[in-house]
Nanobody, 125 residues
């Protein structure tokens, strides 16, 4: 089973960029549909972005289109979330997740089976 480890979070000022990483120590991501979600304590997970490893198709929440970019490095078995023009509303815990490849295109958190522990992003205004 794939295991996910996020990194790259931190405390930044509004307007700057940040890149999150999600690496796997297990099977290659090629068998999965990979996504990023928000996971604030006490709140439901909220979809941010996703990418099909096999086709390269990408999907974004309307709130981040044009500012966030999901990408992958097959050699490193890592996915990234490039976040530009951050604002205080982007403060949250960001989690990467893996779904079966057959669920390509889904934005529902319940369709994702494996989750990382999350990385905190705090944006000060």
């Amino acid at each position: 089973q794939v295991q996910l480890v996020e990194s790259g979070g931190g405390m930044v000022q509004a307007g700057v960029s940040l890149r999150l990483s999600c690496a796997s120590s297990g099977p290659t991501f090629s068998s999965y549909f990979m996504g990023w979600f928000l996971q604030a304590p006490g709140k439901e997970r909220e979809f941010v972005a996703a990418e099909s490893w096999s086709s390269g198709s990408t999907y974004y929440a309307d709130s981040v289109k044009g500012r966030f970019t999901i990408s992958r490095d097959s050699a490193k078995n890592t996915i990234y979330l490039q976040m530009n023009s951050l604002n205080a509303e982007n403060t949250d815990v960001y989690c990467c997740a893996a779904a079966a490849r057959s669920r390509r295109g889904t934005t529902r958190s319940t369709d994702f089976d494996t989750w990382g522990q999350g990385t905190q992003v705090t944006v000060s205004s």
